[in-house]
């Protein structure tokens, strides 16, 4: 599997390699670690040499003693002026910029920064990243027309539709969040979380096994608070009042003596320094997507809400419709006409497989009939047809018992597209030589691995042309392990 794009899933997704490389596991592939870790270096040598730029750029800012405020909780347009500016080193076009009032939130707390604008009379900037730099932010903007400098009168513009976005996800992460503790309990404990337009992801902590239902009551609870339009809230307070009112705190986190509080109607209070939706109907549609296993006691969540939420559920609405139009049943009627199809899906592979049980076991009698004598062991070795393992293991049971006394069946089937051989040894003759020592020796000739215990074992490959030739193998050995040991 490419590792370029196990890091696309990575980076831009953040899906987990290690989940990246449990999937393909399942599937019998492997990913390309060398080509993961080479993404990897390079976003990691393009990540420092941005800081180290941005760094030098901070840096000469510091000398000048800017003075900047942050009024992007008030104002989504402000008229100001540029109070620094200087080229982003390495890279064309691009300018880092301070402005004496910026609208612009920088990327803090989970959330991502503003994107937007700062236009004059001479020319116009496209703000694509906001960086926090102690007590004022540095933005980073293309050039689109004109130039600026120290001193311009400029309109400084956030983009309001993509802050709606991120807003509507910020507070819905807060309502998940009291959620998951009101059903999971007050042991689940935030570890992370990212806030932009598209999405909301949430890490928390637990030590207990989630369910589908216990998710299925988190999306129901969320849903009551936004469809209610709980007021939003924000006031700043000190540290010590905060926790009285007891406001959530991220563990490890560092506040300061004055801290900001989000209140969601009471039910949920949080430090927080993000922007919020004022009414939590704002928030719209809210749709869990996932909850996976993150690590030991660590899950994730993901959400999406508003438009990209009823994007998602008008397509799974289609999808829903086409599959009851192919049923032929009303939509609201869907899930049993589902569930009947998968029953009579499981009959019908059961009947195939009793059909295909009864076709190998008829084959006993002539396996019994061939069955060699080596040193007081009769032994059967053959190709037969089953339904799955548990029908090969059932007729190599069936054979064994046939044939009474000291025995040893080796038979194989072609299941799905690989080869499976089973080993099944009376006990008197697994003394001499075990089950799962010949099916280690052959499992190489079908091109995969086995395993098992002195009487039973298995193997397994890709290779179906090679059964005949490891069925060979097997009557090699047993035939040199059986007369050795007369």
């Known amino acids: 599997f490419p590792g370029g794009v196990a890091f696309m899933l990575h980076d831009t997704y953040g899906f987990p390699v290690e989940v990246t490389r449990e999937v393909l596991a399942e599937r019998g592939l492997s990913l390309d670690e060398a080509g993961f870790e ?29 003075r900047s405020r942050f009024v992007g909780y008030e104002r989504e347009q402000v008229e100001t002026r540029v109070v620094a500016i200087e080229p982003v080193p390495d890279a064309v076009g691009q300018v880092f910029v301070v402005l004496a009032e910026n609208p612009f939130y920088a990327t ?15 020319g116009q900037l496209e703000v694509f990243d906001v960086i926090p730099a102690g007590d004022y932010q540095v933005l980073r903007a293309r050039v ?26 910020h507070t819905a992460t807060h309502i ?4 998951l503790r009101a059903v999971l309990g007050p042991d689940v404990v935030q570890a992370g979380s990212y806030v932009g337009p598209d999405r909301l992801r949430f890490d928390y902590r637990y030590t207990g096994k989630v369910t589908q239902e216990e998710i299925r009551r988190v999306q129901e609870l969320s849903l009551q608070k936004i469809t209610e339009n709980q007021p939003v809230r924000y006031y700043t307070t000190t540290l ?74 008008t397509g799974a609405t289609q999808t829903a419709e086409e599959v009851a139009d192919a049923l032929k049943v009303e939509i609201i009627d869907l899930a049993g006409a589902v569930g009947r199809l998968r029953e009579e899906v499981r009959r019908s592979r059961e009947a195939a497989r009793e059909q295909t049980l009864k076709e190998g076991l008829e084959e006993v009698g002539d396996l019994v009939e061939g069955a060699q004598q080596v040193n007081g062991t009769r032994v059967v070795t053959g190709q037969v047809v ?30 799905g597209g690989k ?11 697994s003394q001499r030589v075990e089950a799962g020592e010949i099916v280690r020796e052959v499992s190489d000739v079908l091109g995969g691995g086995g395993g098992g215990s002195a009487t039973m074992a298995q193997a397994g490959g890709g290779n179906l042309e090679a059964i005949p030739d490891a069925l060979a193998r097997v009557r090699e050995i047993l035939g040199q392990r059986l007369a050795d040991a007369e």
Request: net charge negative; charged share 25%.
């Open 38 to 66: 080479a993404a990897m270096d390079a976003q990691r040598d393009r990540a420092r040499e941005a800081m180290q730029g941005y760094e030098r750029v901070v840096a000469a800012f510091r000398d000048q003693e800017i």
């Open 419 to 429: 080869a499976v051989l089973v080993a099944n040894l009376h006990p008197d003759v």
């Open 386 to 415: 089953a339904a799955d393992v548990r029908g090969l293991r059932q007729i190599s049971d069936d054979v064994k018992n046939r044939l009474g006394g000291p025995s040893a069946v080796v038979l194989a089937a072609a299941l």
């Open 240 to 313: 010590g009042e905060a926790r009285n009112l007891g406001a959530m705190m991220l563990f490890g986190e560092k506040y300061g003596d004055l801290v900001r509080v989000v209140e969601v109607d009471g039910f949920s209070r949080e430090l927080c320094g993000g922007t919020h939706v004022r009414g939590s109907a704002e928030i719209g549609a809210f749709k869990i997507l996932s909850n996976r296993k993150h690590g030991a006691d660590l899950y994730r969540i993901e959400v999406i809400t508003g438009r990209e939420a009823l994007y998602y559920l």
């Open 176 to 179: 998940l969040h009291w959620a």
């Open 108 to 122: 803090g707390g989970g959330q991502v920064a503003d994107e937007g604008w700062i236009s004059s009379d001479d």
């Open 144 to 169: 689109e027309r004109g130039s600026f400098e120290v001193g311009d009168a400029v309109t400084a513009s956030i983009n309001r539709v993509r802050r709606q976005q991120i807003e509507a996800n």
